[in-house]
């Protein structure tokens, strides 16, 4: 815990220097959204349209994940601080999951810009039957997109590839996400990693889940976060056996 204050601290700092930077993607991001959102609504109505905003909030979560911690050991990397982290005794994994509370940032201001175009459109995605399990929902695919992020940047220090060529979830989820699915098989879908928590918080939005999804999701969050952990250290000691870190670059 000791080694975590610091490394949270370190990315709080960040925030504050690179807060015009923040804003400039969460409006990129919103532009994104409110594409698709503008279809949903001009298609289907405010019904689905509500459904398509939490979705594309739980994507924003999703994808925030993926450039904010997998692309921070490309950055890391540019630096040359992956040996000093390790010779201070600091996984360059955790260094990077630990700005997993960053991802809150984007992700609320792409939202809230969002929200006040939906208003302009005439409905309001905050009228939703089951607010609080939404926010269950939410909260669970954080911690999936965590474990998540932290695959990702396990794999660029294994590879050196740069984490933007393997983020293949965030727009691959983009389209499942937004597509239809029948509510019935909702408990299924609830194992899905990432996906999972998208749909029960597409759910949360006209009805009630039942709350046997939610030992799914829970089930499967457990599953990612164990597996993440044994991945990133398992590549860690593989990292130091060969000749230690290489640089991120294509190949």
Known sequence: ??????????????????????????????????????????????????????????????????????????????????EPLDFSGVSPVVAAASRSFVIAIPTGLSSLITLLISFQLGFNPLEISSPWLLALSLLILWIQATAYGAILASTVLLTSVPSALLDIAALAYLGLLLANYPAGNLQTFAFLPLLGPGYVARQCVSGNPPLGVFLAVTVTTIVLSLFAISYSRSVEKLVKKRAGYRAIALH
């Open 1 to 82: 815990m000791r080694k975590i204050k610091p490394l949270i601290w370190l990315h709080a700092i960040r925030v504050r220097r690179y807060l015009l930077s923040i804003l400039s993607g969460s409006v990129t991001d919103s532009i994104w959204m409110a594409v698709f959102l503008i279809g949903a609504y001009s298609s289907q109505g405010p019904t689905y349209a509500r459904e398509v905003f939490w979705a594309l909030a739980a994507w924003s979560i999703i994808a925030n994940a993926g450039w904010m911690i997998g692309g921070w050991i490309d950055y890391l990397s540019e630096l040359g601080l992956l």
